[in-house]
Antibody, heavy 119, light 108 residues
Framework: EVQLVESGGRLVQPGGSLRLSCAAS????????MNWVRQAPGKGLEWVSY????????YYADSVKGRFTISRDNAKNSLYLQMNSLTDEDTAVYYCARSRLGDWFCDLWGRGTLVTASS | DIQMTQSPSSLSASVGDRVTITCRAS??????LAWYQQKPGKAPNLLLY???RLESGVPSRFSGSGSGTDYTLTINSLQPEDFATYYC??????????FGPGTKVDIK
């Protein structure tokens, strides 16, 4: 089955760090660019970060630039998001999403993992 | 960065109605627009891409149109399973990408 499964979300204090993981299965992970997209409680979707299949091209939203780091391990079929200096504004469900081969838009999404930054 | 607006923010409709949702970009995006459906507690689901191309497995009652800065999602003959929130996404050029704020479709 083609799927993405996120993990690592939990309650963390403001100023803290967290690393999210996304496990891919059912497709050739190393061929696809990947993204993280988040959704604050009761709010809309916000694109967070993009990484190309070979990790040579990376982009971030201004809201996380300098604090978050996206990475991947193609040998482990895994995507990561290292989040530092978390604030309450980072509280959200974080989705791992695959870009359509040869294009930018997201065509496959995981179920998400909840990150809560609160004291 | 490209900003997206979406209208209406919410609407009430009945089963069988035709529903139209509009997204407007702050600059031309050359049909680099996708539409997603999201139900409460679930991940978004891709409906259309390149403004009008229907994703495999999506019912044909969903259609998209537009060009330049203005794009439309139309749902013909609304079904009970279509009550959800709909988002547009622009993916023109390189990131950052941007989503519209969403349109919630609920039952009249």
């Amino acid at each position: 089955e083609v799927q993405l499964v996120e993990s690592g979300g939990r309650l963390v204090q403001p100023g803290g760090s967290l690393r999210l993981s996304c496990a891919a299965s059912g497709f050739t992970f190393s061929s696809y660019s990947m993204n993280w997209v988040r959704q604050a409680p009761g709010k809309g979707l916000e694109w967070v970060s993009y990484i190309s299949s070979g990790s040579d091209t990376i982009y971030y939203a201004d809201s996380v630039k300098g604090r978050f780091t996206i990475s991947r391990d193609n040998a482990k079929n895994s995507l990561y998001l290292q989040m530092n200096s978390l604030t309450d504004e980072d509280t959200a469900v974080y989705y791992c999403a695959r870009s359509r081969l040869g294009d930018w838009f997201c065509d496959l999404w995981g179920r998400g993992t909840l990150v809560t930054a609160s004291s | 960065d490209i900003q997206m607006t979406q209208s209406p923010s919410s609407l009430s409709a009945s089963v069988g109605d035709r529903v139209t949702i509009t997204c407007r970009a702050s600059q031309g995006i050359s049909n680099s627009l996708a539409w997603y459906q999201q139900k409460p507690g679930k991940a978004p689901n891709l409906l259309l891409y390149t403004a009008s191309r229907l994703e495999s497995g999506v019912p044909s009652r969903f259609s998209g149109s537009g060009s330049g800065t203005d794009y439309t999602l139309t749902i013909n003959s609304l079904q009970p399973e279509d009550f959800a929130t709909y988002y547009c996404l622009q993916y023109y050029d390189t990131p950052p990408f941007s989503f519209g704020p969403g349109t919630k479709v609920d039952i009249k």
